[in-house]
């Protein structure tokens, strides 16, 4: 059973950067996707990024942080990362990563993923 830890999420000032990192442990084996999700008290939650990670690294993005959030990992691929720039209020929400170890298929098929974190806070104030 995989466990994946997250860290870095805090407050900030709009405009600011924040990097969020997740350590994937109790697995021999790496990740074929890994994504990061967002979720607000009372909406669903919401994929913003995932990678690729077998046989050529590919990534997707949410139209709502594609050019300011970059998901990247490690050369170990057991630690992935999510770099985000240019913070607005909007993105303040639990951020959680999730990783899917099956080989085949889309990354960005939100459904897939069965490996989670507890989730870390990142709240962005005006």
């Known amino acids: 059973q995989a466990q994946l830890v997250e860290s870095g999420g805090s407050s900030v000032q709009a405009g600011g950067s924040l990097r969020l990192s997740c350590v994937v442990s109790?697995?021999?084996?790496?990740?074929?996707?890994v994504a990061w999700f967002r979720q607000v008290p009372g909406k669903e939650r919401e994929g913003v990024a995932s990678?690729?990670?077998?046989?050529?690294?590919?990534?997707y993005y949410a139209d709502s942080v594609k050019g300011r959030f970059t998901i990247s990992q490690d050369d170990a691929k057991n630690t992935a990362y999510l770099q985000m720039n240019s913070l607005k209020p909007e993105d303040t929400a639990m951020y959680y990563c999730?990783?899917?170890?099956?080989?085949?298929?889309?990354?960005?098929?939100?459904?897939?993923?069965?490996?989670w974190g507890q989730g870390t806070q990142v709240t962005v104030s005006t």
């Open positions: 999730a990783a899917d170890f099956r080989y085949g298929g889309y990354c960005d098929r939100w459904d897939r993923y069965d490996n």
């Open positions: 109790g697995v021999s084996y790496t990740y074929n996707c």
């Open positions: 990678m690729h990670t077998t046989g050529g690294v590919f990534t």
